[in-house]
T-cell receptor, first 119, second 114 residues
Framework: GAVVSQHPSRVICKSGTSVKIECRSLDFQATTMFWYRQFPKQSLMLMATSNEGSKATYEQGVEKDKFLINHASLTLSTLTVTSAHPEDSSFYIC???????????????FGPGTRLTVT | AQSVTQLGSHVSVSEGALVLLRCNYSSSVPPYLFWYVQYPNQGLQLLLKYTTGATLVKGINGFEAEFKKSETSFHLTKPSAHMSDAAEYFCAVSGPWAGNMLTFGGGTRLMVKP
């Protein structure tokens, strides 16, 4: 149980285009989803937190107009990188949390990540 | 504010040797503590966690960690390293006062020599 998937696993796009990354909770309802960014050989940095049906909360320094997050359902959140540039190339990881139906609020389940390369 | 420090960005051990990955945290109240493992180009997998109760926590793959409040530490150990343990390990802290948001340490890359 508690499986989170991401799609695509890898994506290459040209500079100036937009790319959408999906994060799905496969066997539970994700009341909250998190988006992290990880540069090579570095730790995870939280970009934003999204609660189902409401606007995402972005961490300081993260451009909300560039990284659009939608959490329209209890099983799906999307991250759209708009007008991507080479410096946006990174590994993006989502995680999901379920505090309903007995889920512990401190438990996060991580997706496998998406490698974005902007050329 | 909470923070996590992992001493040693790289740790190398021989196969069969003891694994010790260090993690110290700063938190004004007892935190929740986690160890995650990340294999190349993959997401994070939870190894173990401490929330309340017994301070020695056993996890998957033979790993364990001990919460020592007096030392503000949560070091990860494994008695005998396997080649398959080679990966990146992250210590993380969270707590109800911070909305249970995870704060990660910088990570430690474990290398296992044959």
């Amino acid at each position: 149980g508690a499986v989170v998937s991401q799609h695509p696993s890898r994506v290459i796009c040209k500079s100036g285009t937009s790319v959408k990354i999906e994060c799905r909770s496969l066997d539970f309802q994700a009341t909250t989803m998190f988006w992290y960014r990880q540069f090579p050989k570095q730790s995870l940095m939280l970009m934003a937190t999204s609660n189902e049906g409401s606007k995402a909360t972005y961490e300081q320094g993260v451009e909300k107009d560039k990284f659009l997050i939608n959490h329209a359902s209890l099983t799906l959140s999307t991250l759209t990188v708009t007008s991507a540039h080479p410096e946006d190339s990174s590994f993006y990881i989502c995680s999901a949390r379920n505090i309903r139906t007995g889920g512990k609020s401190y438990e996060q389940y991580f997706g496998p990540g998406t490698r974005l390369t902007v050329t | 504010a909470q923070s996590v420090t992992q001493l040693g960005s790289h740790v190398s051990v021989s196969e069969g040797a003891l694994v010790l990955l260090r993690c110290n945290y700063s938190s004004s109240v007892p935190p929740y503590l986690f160890w995650y493992v990340q294999y190349p180009n993959q997401g994070l997998q939870l190894l173990l966690k401490y929330t309340t109760g017994a301070t020695l926590v056993k996890g998957i793959n033979g790993f364990e960690a001990e919460f020592k409040k007096s030392e503000t530490s949560f070091h990860l150990t494994k008695p005998s390293a396997h080649m398959s343990d080679a990966a990146e390990y992250f210590c993380a802290v969270s707590g109800p006062w911070a909305g249970n948001m995870l704060t990660f340490g910088g990570g430690t890359r474990l290398m296992v020599k044959p």
